[in-house]
């Protein structure tokens, strides 16, 4: 059973992260991006678990709705080869702008879901950065990067600038 809430819908350059592994799993929940802003969750079951629920047993009262249910329609049905191979470029572009620039210890993590450990304090680096305009969060001692999946190449390469200016 794998929680694909956070790392699924292309986050990671795969449709769902688990995919990087080799594995099928029994029960995939996802959520978050699924949406594209509106709230949803579902869960996948696989041939193993899928007659546990019938109808009607997993209600909610607004579980399914039509409207989010057309918003999560319309993300998953963008999320082909092509968005996923983008987002896996922007990863690699990330990364190789990070990896080694000055104030910069490790970068870590898969496609569009990065953190960075800095030699300067990361709540001063994030402070730095939303001065700037770039929003970007901590995860205990990292920098976390969470970019829009479709974000545009000029416009995460303005970001990288303010975030390896606010680095040094
Ligand atoms: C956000 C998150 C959840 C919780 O989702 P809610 O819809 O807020 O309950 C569960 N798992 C992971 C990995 C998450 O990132």
Redesign the pocket.
Known sequence: MI?E???GNGRTGKLYSYMHYGITPDIV?T??GLGGGLPI?ATLLGEKVEKMLGPGDHGSTYGGNPVACAAAYCVVSRLGDDFLARVQEKSDHIFSRLQGAAGIENVTGLGLMIGITTTKNNKEIVNKCIENGVLCLTAKEKVRLLPALNIEPEQLDKALDVLLEACK
């Open positions: 929680d809430v956070q790392t929940s959520a978050k969750g």
